[in-house]
């Protein structure tokens, strides 16, 4: 048993909506452990049941079978003051903003803070340092129609954050921004976590989103975790069907059977794919090639780093002698597997 008390907890949750014909199981049996600390994301294709995770997070929803717990307190089977309670620790980012247009910047972000009954003088100076670590300190006054969608997410997250929560939950709040906006999003999301100690969940159907920011990842599909895992785990061996073609729409590393067959017209020879990692032999056993007289061309593949590790593939035309080149493809699919 961990002693430290998951900041989000769920055993066996089940959601349901609707009756008769039109019930509809939204979720099935969740089970989920988030760590405090950790950015966690959740990926899914629309109607996955994403939404509905986080409602049940923050207690907006009440799962239909099972429990679900915040930080060690049940939120499930609790009176509703006790429920309020819990959700203060909890802040929400949600994909269009949700700002109030005839309030400035600065209005928004002091909402929470108003509704929360601080005083005025501690409002404005809270106000003050969250534009600060947000970078808006010069667009206090704007409006959210003066401001751009990169901005206005920035207002969303002050706002989120006004009354320091432990979590942070973000439903697709990078989906409306283009991807250069939704890179410095992401970035600030990251110091939220790494300054504050925020956990964050980070909801999306975009698999770049998980892959810049979340330490661990949970596919689901039809209301079912199919592959929970460490985001570079999930990236290297992607296990379940929706996995892969989720890891697919990032990395194009590896050829599909038309490439393949176009490899082969264009290149001839024996075509390989090699994995290439921290601990790959690649360089060696091309080497050992070179000097059994088999000749190589790299035609296609993709390798970057993910959490600092090395990944992707290669794959090689390779040209030579048949059992010389029954030894190099040996030696290359060995090492480098
Ligand atoms: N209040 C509701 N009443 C009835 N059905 C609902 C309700 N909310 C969600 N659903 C259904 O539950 C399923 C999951 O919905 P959910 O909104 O959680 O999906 P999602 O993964 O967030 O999708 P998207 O990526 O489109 O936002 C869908 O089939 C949806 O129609
Ligand atoms: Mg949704």
Redesign the pocket.
Known sequence: MSTVPAAVEFRSVTKV??SGDDR?T?LDGIDLRIEPGEIFGVI??????????VRLINALDKPTSGTVTISGTPITGVPESAVRRLRRDIGMVFQQFNLFRSRTAAGNIEYPLKVAGWKRAERKARVAELLDFVGLTDKARAYPDQLSGGQKQRVGIARALATSPSLLLA??ATSALDPQTTGEVLRLLKKINAELGVTIVV?T?EMDVIRAIADRVAV?AE?RIVELAATFDVFAAPRATPTRSFVATVLHDRPDATELERLRELHGGRLVTVDVDNHSGLGAALAAATAADVRFEIVYGGVSTLQDKTFGSVTLALHGPDAALDRVVADLTRKAG
Do not use: M, N, R
């Not at 899914?44 to 995770?53: E, F, R, V």
């Open positions: 909506f609707g509809h939204a899914g294709y629309s109607g996955a049941g994403k939404s509905t995770l439903d697709e909801i159907h689901l209301g």
